[in-house]
């Protein structure tokens, strides 16, 4: 086919759940593209010699070569592909902000819309799952140990690419089920949790052991995991942690969450069972969230599938400065999320028996740019205005938690408390690497993958070398 | 999944498990707690780790009956198992030569005070135990503690054992005897008791120590859920407690929030009444309970 026939194929729409039914249940959103439309979608590509849209992809992978493969039909090699850049694809294929990497720097998208490489990402991931037994070579085994501390997204990609290497790798998990984010944290309905648990059992089956109810820095040390348990290496990814509050006044009337609580409840726990799950959840006719990236957005939208009317999301900038992926955005929007945009909280107000009541919020004006180049918001004097609601989730980030590294003397920590980690993933401890939020704050999945993935080279590099030492 | 080794009725509706968790029975302090996901689906719950051996690779928790949790908690015998046990969580207290100190437990909470009377005693400390129930039967680990601390004194409401009264009045006699002064107090059990004991310690500035529980959910810090106010501050119970200055504590916050869930909880208990099976087997664990 000619490069001027595939740029005459119209780009792939994702088949959808309609909104008006989704915004009442929690599965997929997005339910993949159909063979033909695959087949069609990956013709777009026309396998240009830069192939920048690699360098976009903080795994680097191979985008032309999974997608020529595609193309041919021959879905098996497209899946190794994959596999080879990334062991969780059907996790990334769904939750990666494509627009702002791969599909951003396309060649075919500078003249119209991108190749939809998150959408054959997806299809080739969904096909392997049910159609591959086994995609992963393993390299023989090296007899060496290390330790992954956290299932997260960083964990879980850095234990796969070690497991590939050939290394005994054990991952510690502080909650009862693996995963991390992808399932205390993202919701059902954008990424359900079987391929989660899925990606976890590729894993398993590749050799790495996985044991959940470890918190390291308060069951096992650093040092333990390093000298008893003989750890060769060690990987630390444990995530984010603690919860930012605003700090204004109403925030302990019952019905204010943090949206890690809000999200682990109805997440982890189920408590969007209602009755039928121990965990509870509250409710509220009225919910607002307070934020402007993919957590916020998880929030809300989970909010209006608990029945929230309205469900408010209040960001203190404009909409195009917002962090959360642009589709999230739009999903919101159409499964009717009422935005406030230039709109901050200033304080959350009860009844007399506790419970919120009401969010006191109010509306910004754009200044100077700040330090972000973002034009800073500034408060419009008596622009003050209630917006009724009995839940109020505040999404306004995390901070580092200090669980672990308050129990690690030697661990180098920035100004914020996240752990500084070297070019090759390595921190001030020998042997001990570090990604994802606990060294970036918080960030995205395929970031936190792709620290992940640097961290297995660091460390394969770094047992040859003492090694041979 | 963490086998329980010994399982039994403490008091009514209080039953002691001993539990294997080797990793968390070696890091175990004083102060520490536990989050226990009882049984498959269930909730993710704090105790506080009542006692720990580490030769056996165990831990003992105290568990009393307030909801439907719990109740199925309670079912569970030797040779059962908890699905899941995470921890040391919090920060254990911290263990001085104070002086005297007064430790003082109102019902389950006396399962927390246990650990910390041994360690205060191996410091140095005058201590001194003050144990509430309503009534005799449910006071607790009387024996155990005689056996560590230099005075004992159970308190009934209801007067039918030891004091007759409240635990703040016993500690108000302690604190109002010169021949003894009391350096410290340190105290866990319900909400309205602890307020009471810090009202009863803060004019004399006596340094007061309550163990906080609200409710939690991961207990690491992640979610939040825990916050409570210290000194006007907000702080996290799971990692920057869950033992506070309790003079500074805003116990009627504290107080509110445990309300939060209450419909809810009600909901499930009353579900596991229509649970055949469940009320089965608790009608033979409360037979069992009455024949101790």
Redesign the interface.
């Known amino acids: 086919m000619k490069a001027s026939e595939r740029m005459k194929i119209q780009r792939a729409a994702m088949p959808e759940c309609p909104p008006d039914e989704r915004a009442k249940h929690f599965r997929e959103v997005n339910l993949g593209l159909p063979p033909d439309l695959a087949s069609l979608e990956s013709k777009r590509c026309l396998a240009c010699k830069n192939h920048e849209c690699v360098a976009g992809c903080p795994v680097g992978i191979d985008i032309p070569g999974f997608i020529a493969a595609v193309d041919q039909g021959d879905l098996e090699r497209a899946a190794n592909l994959l596999y080879a850049a990334n062991v969780l694809p059907g996790i990334t294929g769904r939750v990666c902000p494509q627009e702002t990497q791969c599909e951003e720097l396309c060649l075919v998208g500078k003249k119209g819309k991108p190749v939809a490489i998150g959408y054959l990402e997806r299809y080739v991931a969904d096909w392997a799952r049910n159609n591959l037994t086994r995609t992963v070579q393993l390299a023989p085994a090296t007899g060496k140990t290390v330790a992954v501390v956290g299932s997260g997204p960083a964990g879980l990609t850095c234990a796969g690419e070690l497991a590939k290497l050939g290394y005994d790798v054990t991952v510690f998990e ?3 089920r693996p995963g991390g984010v992808l399932v ?1 944290g993202i919701p059902e309905f954008r990424l359900p949790k079987a391929i989660v648990d899925q990606e976890v059992k590729t894993l398993q089956d590749m050799g790495v052991k996985i044991e ?4 390291i820095g ?3 040390t650093l040092a333990d995991l390093l000298k008893e348990e003989g750890f060769g290496a060690v990987f630390v990814a444990n ?1 984010a ?3 930012v ?1 605003q ?1 204004i006044p109403g ?2 009337l ?2 204010v ?2 949206a ?2 809000y999200l ?2 109805v997440n982890l ?2 408590a969007y069972l209602g ?1 039928k ?4 959840v ?1 409710r509220g006719q009225g919910v607002v969230v307070v934020g402007g990236g993919n957590t916020a957005m998880d929030a809300v939208r989970t909010a209006r599938r608990l029945g929230a009317d309205p469900a408010v999301l209040v960001y203190r900038r404009s909409e195009k400065e917002m962090p959360a992926r642009v589709e999230e955005v739009h999903h919101a929007k159409e499964e009717g999320v009422r935005f406030e945009m230039l709109t901050n909280p200033v304080a959350v107000l009860g009844d007399e028996a ?1 419970w919120v009541r009401a969010v006191r919020c109010q509306r910004m004006g754009l200044g100077e740019p700040d330090a972000s180049g973002r034009r800073k918001p500034v408060p419009i004097e008596g622009s003050e205005f209630d917006v009724p609601c009995q839940v109020f989730i505040e999404a306004v980030g995390t901070k580092s ?3 672990l590294t308050q129990a690690t003397p030697g661990l180098n920590l920035n100004k914020w408390g996240n752990i500084i980690a070297d070019e090759n993933g390595m921190t001030s401890i020998p042997g001990v690497f570090a990604g994802g939020d606990i060294v970036r704050g918080g960030a995205t999945v395929i970031l936190a993958m792709g620290d992940g993935k640097k961290a297995a080279v660091g460390i394969h590099n770094y047992l040859n070398k003492t090694a041979s030492a | 999944m963490f086998r329980i080794l010994k399982s039994e009725w403490l008091a009514p509706k209080v039953r002691r498990f001993e539990v294997e968790a080797p ?2 029975a070696s ?1 175990h302090r004083p102060g520490h707690f536990v989050i226990v ?1 009882a049984y498959s ?4 719950i704090p105790l506080t780790i009542a006692d720990s051996d580490s030769k056996r690779g165990s831990i003992t928790l105290v568990v009393q009956v307030i909801g ?2 719990t109740e199925r908690m309670c079912l569970l015998k030797a040779d059962d198992a908890l ?7 919090g920060k254990a207290t911290e263990i001085e030569n104070f002086g005297h100190v007064v430790l003082v437990g109102g019902g389950v909470g006396t399962a927390v005070i246990y650990p910390q009377a041994s360690a205060l005693k191996a410091k140095g400390n005058r201590v001194t135990a003050v144990m509430g129930g309503r009534s005799k039967p449910y006071v607790i680990l009387e024996e155990e503690l005689k056996k560590l601390c230099d005075a004992v004194y159970p308190c009934t409401d209801d007067g039918s054992y030891g004091y007759n009264g409240f635990v703040t009045g016993k500690l108000g006699e302690l604190i109002a005897d010169p021949a003894l002064p009391v350096n410290a107090v340190i105290t866990a059990g319900p909400v309205p008791m602890m307020k009471a004991i810090a009202n009863v310690t803060r004019e004399k500035k006596i340094l007061t120590i309550a163990s906080l529980n609200p409710v939690m ?2 207990g ?6 825990c ?1 409570v ?1 210290v000194g006007g501050k ?1 702080l ?1 119970a799971c ?1 920057d407690g869950p033992e506070f200055n309790a003079h500074e504590v805003d116990f009627a ?1 504290l107080t ?2 445990l ?3 209450r419909e ?2 009600r ?2 208990w009353d ?1 596991l009444k229509d649970d055949n099976d469940h009320q089965c087997k608790l009608q033979a664990a409360m037979a069992e309970d009455r024949a101790q």
Do not use: I, Q, W
């Open positions: 502080a909650l009862h205390y959940c109810n470890v918190v308060a069951t096992l995530g942690g603690l919860p509050f700090n925030e302990n019952k019905g969450y943090s890690n609580e682990t409840r726990m189920s009755a799950a121990d965990t509870p509250l506790g938690n200090p669980l | 990793r968390v890091r996901r689906g269930g909730e993710r439907a949790t699905s899941d046990v995470v921890g040391p969580l959910v991961d690491t810090g992640m979610c939040g859920g916050r106010t907000n996290f990692v916050s509110d929030r309300t939060a869930y809810h909880e909901a499930v579900k």
